[in-house]
């Protein structure tokens, strides 16, 4: 599995299907929450998730001045598109997308052990997340399917 990562305004250095300017991300992390308090069935009212921030990991390339300067000056307006892939035959196949609306970089961090790799940690804020899962079977056809939520309007 590969993860890449689309950030509108930033050049990355990798190609997903002849389509140049993506950051290879080693890791990705997010998540969401609601409070359930102990109630009697029937009881218990909805309430609005929490939801993180979307968590990067990956080794520093020409992408971190871009990065850099989306933490320092950017505003929360880009578009991210980040998917994970696998082989298929002659292509790599995106089966689970990611795509961040009004997106921007919220923290950065730079860390390196001394001979190793320089690596990166950022966090991205969003205001919408389109989470897409496509199910491939062996002859590499899929069924798709997707939540969009709006982290502002809780829709």
């Excluded at 990798?14 to 140049?20: P, Q, T």
């Excluded at 921007?104 to 991205?124: R, Y």
Aim: with cysteine; aromatic share 10%; glycine share 12%.
């Amino acid at each position: 599995m590969t993860i890449f990562m689309h950030y509108d305004g930033i050049e990355g250095e990798h190609s997903l299907n002849g389509e140049a300017g993506y950051i290879k991300l080693e890791s990705l992390g997010w998540g969401m929450s609601r409070a359930s308090g102990a109630v009697r069935a029937g009881l218990r009212a909805r309430t609005e998730p929490a939801v993180t921030e979307v968590t990067c990991t990956k080794v520093s390339d020409t992408s971190t001045i871009g990065l850099l300067t989306e933490g320092f000056t950017g505003k929360f307006d880009r578009m991210v598109t980040i998917s994970f892939v696998r082989q298929g035959t002659g292509m790599l196949l995106p089966y689970l997308v990611y795509t961040l609306g009004e997106a921007g970089i919220a923290s950065f961090q730079h860390s390196s052990a001394g001979d190793g790799v320089p690596m990166e940690s950022f966090a991205i804020n969003f205001t919408t997340i389109d989470i897409k899962y496509t199910a491939y079977g062996d002859d590499l056809t899929g069924v798709s399917a997707n939540i969009l939520y709006n982290v502002a309007t809780g829709d």
